[in-house]
Antibody, heavy 115, light 110 residues
C-alpha cells in the first residue's frame, strides 16, 4: 500500500527556517515525481514544489529562492527545506506522490510562522 | 488570484447532475492535461480524474471529466450527500513553469 507521512512542522518566527520530511512506503521515491502542496486554513490548494525522477526541481514563484526540495533514496524520503519564512507561508503542507496527477496524499504537517 | 477559474459554489438535490467548470488558457489547460480533486471536510484531497477524463480505480463512474480547448469540466451525476466537498482542478502552466490549482468549488447537496 502506498503511503506518505509528513513530519517536521511547527511554530517558527518570521525569518526562521524549518525542514519538513516525508517518509514514503509502498513505492520508491526516486522512481516517482514528488511534490509539496500547501493549504492555508480555510483556503484553497497551492502547489509549492516538485522533484522529478531525473532529480530536476521546480518551484512556485512564491517560494523560489527560499525553499529547497530534495530526496534521500536510502531513507526513501522527501524533504522541504524552508528558509526566510514569512507569515504567508503558514499552512498545512502535504507531501504528494505524482504519477498520473497528484495521486497519493499524506495527512499533512502544519507550519505556523508567527512571532 | 489563480490562473484557473472555477465557480466558488455549486449545488443540487440528490440524484441530480452537477457540473463544475474550470477555465484557463493556452499556457495551461489548452496544452496540458487536467486533473480533478475532491476534498471532504477535514481530510486530505483525493485524485478523482487524471489525464482530462480518466478515473483512477475506485472512483465511481458517477464522476466524469472532459476538456475542450482551454476549459475543462467535472460532472457529478446521481448526486449523493457524501459528494458534499470542495473540488479543485489542476494543470501544468508553461508560462509559470509550475503546476496550478483552481480556487476550488464547494458543492452542496440540498
Amino acid at each position: 500500500e502506498v503511503q506518505v507521512v509528513e513530519s517536521g512542522g511547527g511554530l517558527v518566527q518570521p525569518g526562521g527556517s524549518l525542514r519538513l520530511s516525508c517518509a514514503a512506503s509502498g513505492f520508491t521515491v526516486s522512481s516517482s515525481d514528488m511534490h509539496w502542496v500547501r493549504q492555508a486554513a480555510g483556503k484553497g490548494l497551492e502547489w509549492v514544489s516538485g522533484i522529478g525522477t531525473s532529480g530536476s526541481t521546480v518551484y512556485a514563484d512564491s517560494v523560489k529562492g527560499r525553499f529547497t526540495i530534495s530526496r534521500e533514496n536510502v531513507k526513501n524520503s522527501l524533504y522541504l527545506q524552508m528558509d526566510s519564512l514569512r507569515a504567508g507561508d503558514t499552512a498545512l503542507y502535504y507531501c504528494v506522490r505524482g504519477e498520473k496527477g497528484f495521486d497519493d496524499w499524506g495527512q499533512g504537517t502544519l507550519v505556523t510562522v508567527s512571532s | 488570484q489563480s490562473v484557473l477559474t472555477q465557480p466558488p459554489s455549486a449545488s443540487g438535490t440528490p440524484g441530480q447532475t452537477v457540473i463544475i467548470s474550470c477555465s484557463g488558457s493556452s499556457s495551461n489547460i489548452g496544452n496540458y492535461y487536467v486533473s480533478w480533486y475532491q476534498q471532504l471536510p477535514g481530510t486530505a484531497p483525493k485524485l478523482l480524474i487524471h489525464t482530462n477524463d480518466q478515473r483512477p480505480s475506485g472512483v465511481p463512474d458517477r464522476m466524469s471529466g472532459s476538456k475542450s480547448g482551454t476549459s475543462a469540466s467535472l460532472a457529478i451525476s446521481g448526486l449523493r450527500s457524501e459528494d458534499e466537498a470542495d473540488y479543485y482542478c489542476a494543470a501544468w502552466d508553461a508560462s509559470l513553469r509550475g503546476h496550478v490549482f483552481g480556487p476550488g468549488t464547494k458543492v452542496t447537496v440540498l
